[in-house]
Nanobody
Framework: QVQLVEYGGGLVQAGGSLRLSCAAS????????MGWFRQAPGKEREFVAA????????YYADFVKGRFTISRDNAKNTVYLQMNNLKPEDTAVYYC?????????????????????WGQGTQVTVSS
């Protein structure tokens, strides 16, 4: 079992930045590919970014490319999502998720159903 806790959300003006963190406990994070997803009010949860176990692969949704950066520190059991140039449409609850990819160290799933563990989410609100 892996327990995930997100933090770092909040209220920010358009153009501002936030860094989300996802802290893991229960198992070493180095076993898991990690993803960030988000869900805006009235919308389905969607993929934002993913990173492989060894940080060798990263993927981003088109709408965050060039603005968001996913990274991880396995020694700290933490994954980050640096969000720059935030827009009002980035307002959502952001979730981190973990997937044990076994020996596939470069895998980083993009689909929600591929993930095994989820955090409770953290709210990000971007004002115009």
């Amino acid at each position: 079992q892996v327990q995930l806790v997100e933090y770092g959300g909040g209220l920010v003006q358009a153009g501002g930045s936030l860094r989300l963190s996802c802290a893991a406990s229960g198992r070493t994070l180095s076993r898991y590919a990690m993803g960030w997803f988000r869900q805006a009010p009235g919308k389905e949860r969607e993929f934002v970014a993913a990173i492989s176990r060894n940080s060798g692969s990263t993927y981003y949704a088109d709408f965050v490319k060039g603005r968001f950066t996913i990274s991880r520190d396995n020694a700290k059991n933490t994954v980050y999502l640096q969000m720059n140039n935030l827009k009002p449409e980035d307002t959502a609850v952001y979730y981190c998720a973990a997937k044990n990819t076994g020996t596939r160290t470069y895998d980083a799933p993009l689909r929600q159903y591929e993930y095994d563990y989820w955090g409770q989410g953290t709210q990000v609100t971007v004002s115009s």
